[in-house]
């Protein structure tokens, strides 16, 4: 094990697979020379050199263009959006053509790519690179979507998206670029699809993403300690494929469901997960499924406000004891 | 505005004539795409062919001259107007007209349609119904040919109205900046969908007046002489093998009909249609050819074995049933599936 | 009344508007001369002229950026595009700007436009031009959703769209342009936001949206005629703003819900319908609720595959009995 | 690549210098851009200012030269690196300096940050922070001033690698087409980013030699002098209200920093940023204008006035509070609330 950042378990990722696969390549805007704005592809250039990492014009279209055709001629393109926001300007290339051709040709060609992503709120950047798009992703179908919340998951299902097939939305949150932990060390792939319980509890399921999932293991701590109330904590990992098995089986045991979502309200991935549990498991059901998110607003620049509107620990806390009720 | 001189444009113009034996597959692939064009639309009038459908007749000397010139593993990118490009590259008749009649042995087996024909076998990377989207894509292919020092080129045709579209620019710069092995070909028909491109374009030819945009040299040729385009891809092509680069190729033709299966065209000036019938690339080219002393019989004998191979392949697309309805849901990822879920 | 098709009712609302605010102005591609390739803004440029009625390049960006600048200084522009599905070229000017500027400046500027698209499958087009896309629109915060199922609702929520200060999308089903209907003659103006109980029930609500309403009309007969079942069908109309209290008045009395989308299965309006039920209904439900949705697949183009995918009567009359077990 | 000949060029190249009140006005605006960039700076370093901002500290003659030019009716649109931009319409520097710190003073009470500047009783139309998106706006409030035939002209800010996304190209080729009052500003400061525009544009002049892909006059200037600034305003401008259409135009500058908050601006040679900051547009100037004959006293003067309005705008900001939470969900719509159910 070795202590890693969130933002430096990117690049150890990136470096694993284009070491272990010479059709590994990577490009985006600044991310050659200058290492990502996010740091995040730091020594790529030096270690694989300017065939391999290459910097672009800033041409979102051409970018996630390039990468589609090229990962269906034989190459394993890692495209980064700088800010997720960005998808916006080459949404017809994720939705339209890669996420679509594979169907409609009936399988003729594949689309092993990783489109990464700086993603979330809470830096004060204000509305245009703050959002959460992740559910804009699950929306459509023939993307994975996968959104780690540790340093440990970054490099595992980094690694795991890039040998995937299949192209994969992989959504790094901003918030967490510093953050520090435990990262097994050498070659390591993880597996996408895999919920993972990170706190176990019986009184109520937290279901949490990406920078809510620190969020939701504070809010458990202060629920056993103040307030005697067992939560366990799922953090969803992957939207795409979902595992279910993992959340219905906490539901199962627990009776009860909150998910945590920083996405604004209307049509998050928390709907899809409740309209799931109220279709699928209703009759385990001790009460309503409560959805935390942020209201459906954009997002306000000023630290006071950007604080009121994202889910915090005290919103998380008061949802559960108001189930708990 | 556009300047006519360059390398490209010099080694087009000073081209030695093909041999016969190209000449005559020329002439055969275009008669090829017309038979099947024409056949496409006897089906849709049968009511045989469902939703939507976009004919390229009277184009048939773009596609054609570089399908003829383009190595076997070269890639082209096309249009929902792509039956021809498709075509061109040695893909099943049978199998285009399948997948635009929805049946089981169609290319895609019914799940694409006849604005998404594709063979990947064949180096047909695609026909995509989003204007301008395959543009970037055709890029990419460049670029994984570059990277893998294949020696392969991509090949990406469009249309004059594409050109007033964001990915169009930004395909441009792309592939001139990174220096790929592509060539770009707008298809000026005159027309995006009703409305005359001059009335929403900026410049008169709406590629050739952009190239200087990217660096690259302006290329306006004549696209309907099959011999000229197969000099324009020859040109091209060894242009983007070399090493030398993107081009950039504005292809001046005509589409004989309206712009999909709902449209009779009736926006287009009565003396405009007929001045274009009039040039017509096939019936001139069988004339050149004749002049050029291949004899009737030769051509009368192509004629038929396309019209032949039409018959055949309508037959056997009509033969086909409805693709089953388990592969509805297939395919949606490379293990075969589409489960988002455990 | 008089008898309109769904598609002229287009027409004839942008009319009723064009002829009371001067600042209403209408571009897109092929809208004028041609009428637009669905016809539904045939004869406007005749009454109206070519400065108010104008072509457009191939320029989505182009198109929205415009109607969002004329917006913002003194103009009421409808702009159309053509299929949903190309709201992926341009989505950034959708909701990145338009959405979120009046609230980044606090109120200081308005956006009062339409902008109008053919939505929806069945018209075996394929994949690129078949996409239900609503729900992309309604997870985007700033947004107001409309989706008229009827040519009378085409006429009234149309001209409320263009009369609304906000940005509204409006959903014209591309498989509805030829139902005809009764529609109120003369100006007719109705309102945004109202769900409509389109037939009266008691064992069970459906809720349903554009040509998914026909189809659950349908259901209802048959549900009634062959089982005896007594469903509530709730046209939606308005995805935002969201009637619930006319959707959780037909719950609270059927205690049963099913959705019924044409959107693929993830993160859909129904999903959030069924969440929001989850959350604040839940001690009224007697049974799950169920979402009946086209997979989450890209439409298929052959006939017999398209009809295979979409939700069916026959679906939805066996989902509601599966429930009603 | 670049002509530079047409009647624009020759417009401004024939312009006379202007008179001495208006090059004072020039310079009072430049120093106040500076004086309150450099404040901005200051604030960051105290942690005043979270998030992010980007410093135009080089380029003030660009913002200045448009803003003594333009009508007070006129639009403005410019980007993130928009505060000179905001602040030459007459905008409040107590708003500016308010907003980047996040204060209810802030132009937008701290709802849209140091991008997003704004407002709206100035004509100061907005900062937008992605790429290329506030270029069809910016074409809608000239097309919305050509239609109520206001006379107004929209003038849009823009950077140097801007010029590669599509949003550039679909909003020039529309403004050209639809012949809008607008005013296009490529202020090209040689980097996009951290990244040197060459290295990822496929021409030497990223706006002025594509400006006849759009049927419009190449158009170079200096960026960096206020006079050729001004006298270019005024020859667009006056291009545009009078209905003769868009214009492009290229001004050569440089950005003193890095590119926003984070960067120190490594990358960059140190001769380069030597010889460009000789050619600081502010000192430049001030040095012209006393050659000219202006009094040291009177430029002096109109320094410390500057200074006084800089540091009374910091109080002011500083003293307010943060905004009230109750505006965070407020004015989402038109009705001032956010409410997406009944
Ligand atoms: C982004 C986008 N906008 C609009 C359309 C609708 N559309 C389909 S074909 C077409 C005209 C294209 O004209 P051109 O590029 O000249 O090609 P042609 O049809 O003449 O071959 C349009 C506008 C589309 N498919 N995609
Ligand atoms: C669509 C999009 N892509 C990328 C970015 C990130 N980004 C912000 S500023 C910038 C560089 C812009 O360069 P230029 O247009 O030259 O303007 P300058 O910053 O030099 O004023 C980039 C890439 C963005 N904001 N939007
Ligand atoms: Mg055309
Ligand atoms: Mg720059």
Redesign the pocket.
């Known amino acids: 094990m070795a202590q890693l950042s969130y933002r430096e378990a990117v690049s150890a990722a990136i470096a694993q697979e284009m070491r272990r696969d010479p059709t590994v390549v990577v490009l985006g805007?600044?991310i050659a020379a200058a290492g990502g704005?996010f740091k995040t592809t730091e020594g790529l250039l030096a270690e694989f050199g300017p065939l391999r990492v290459r910097d672009t014009p800033?041409s979102?279209q051409a970018i996630i263009g390039a990468a589609a055709g090229a990962a269906m001629t034989g190459l394993k393109p890692i495209a980064e959006i700088?800010?997720s926001d960005?998808f916006a300007?080459c949404w017809d290339l994720v939705v339209n053509q890669i996420a679509k051709t594979r169907f409609m040709t009936n399988g003729q060609c594949s689309f092993p790519l990783v489109i990464r992503s700086a993603n979330g709120g809470g830096a004060r950047f204000g509305a245009q690179?703050s959002q959460s798009v992740e559910n804009w992703a699950m929306a459509v179908p023939g993307l994975k979507v996968v959104a780690p919340s540790s340093p440990a998951d970054i490099k595992g299902l980094l690694a795991a998206a890039i040998q995937d097939p299949d192209p994969v939305l992989f959504f790094e949150h901003k918030l967490l670029y510093g953050t520090k932990g435990e990262v097994p060390e050498g070659d390591h792939v993880d597996q996408l699809g895999k919920a993972k319980v990170l706190r176990a509890g019986n009184d109520v399921t937290i279901v949490a993403l990406a920078a809510m999932v620190p969020r939701a293991m504070k809010a458990a701590d202060i629920l056993q300690t103040e307030h005697g109330v067992s939560a366990e904590v799922v953090d969803v990992r992957s939207l795409v494929p979902l595992d279910t098995t993992t959340i219905f089986a906490s539901v199962s045991k627990t009776n009860r469901l909150v998910t945590v979502e920083e996405n604004p309200r209307l049509c998050g991935w928390g709907a899809e997960v409740s309209s799931l549990v109220a279709e699928e498991l209703f009759w385990d059901l001790e009460g309503p499924i409560v959805r935390v998110t942020t209201p459906h607003i954009p997002l306000p620049s000023a630290d006071a406000l950007e604080d009121a509107v994202m889910p915090s620990v005290e919103r998380i806390v008061a949802s559960v004891l108001k189930l708990a009720d | 505005m556009t300047e006519t001189t360059g390398p490209l444009t010099t080694a087009i113009a000073n081209a030695p004539t093909a041999d016969t034996e190209t000449r005559l597959d020329l002439y055969r692939t275009m008669q090829a795409c017309r038979m099947m064009e024409q056949r496409a639309y006897d089906l849709f009038m049968q009511n045989l062919i469902k939703g939507t459908s976009h004919l390229a007749l009277g184009q048939e000397a773009v596609a054609a001259g570089f399908g003829v010139a383009m190595r076997e593993d070269d890639y082209t990118f096309c249009t929902y107007r792509g039956h021809n490009h498709t075509l061109v590259r040695g893909v099943s008749m049978t199998g285009i007209l399948g997948e635009l009649m929805g049946r089981e042995i169609g290319l895609l087996n019914g799940k694409g349609g006849s604005m998404h024909l594709m063979d990947v076998t064949k180096g047909a990377m695609g026909s995509y119904a989003i204007i301008g989207a395959h543009m970037p894509i055709a890029a990419g292919a460049a670029w994984s040919a570059q990277y893998r020092e294949s020696g392969q080129v991509s090949v990406c045709f469009f249309g004059d109205g594409t050109t007033n579209i964001g990915a169009f620019h930004e395909s441009l710069n792309f592939a001139a900046v990174w220096n790929l092995p592509i060539v770009y070909v707008c298809e000026n028909n005159l027309y995006m969908e009703y409305t005359p491109i001059a009335d929403v374009t900026a410049v008169a030819n709406p590629a050739a007046d952009r190239a200087s945009a990217y660096g690259l040299e302006a290329v306006l040729v004549d696209g309907n002489d099959a011999d000229v385009m197969y000099a324009t891809a020859i040109a091209a092509l060894e242009k983007a093998r070399s090493g030398a680069g993107p081009s950039l190729i504005e292809a001046q033709t005509y589409r004989h009909g309206g712009h999909s299966r709902a449209d009779p065209g009736k926006y287009r000036p009565n003396e405009e249609v007929a001045a274009w019938k009039a040039r017509d690339p096939i019936p001139v080219y069988r004339q050149r050819l004749q002049d050029a002393g291949v004899d009737v019989a030769t051509l009368d004998a192509i004629d038929a074995e396309q019209s032949a191979r039409v018959d055949a392949a309508e037959e056997a697309a009509r033969n086909s049933g409805p693709p089953p309805l388990e592969i509805a849901d297939t395919e949606v990822w490379a293990d075969g599936g589409s489960s988002w879920r455990n």
Do not use: A, K
Request: glycine share 0%; hydrophobic share 60%.
């Open positions: 805007e600044d704005v800033i979102e700088m800010f960005f300007v690179h």
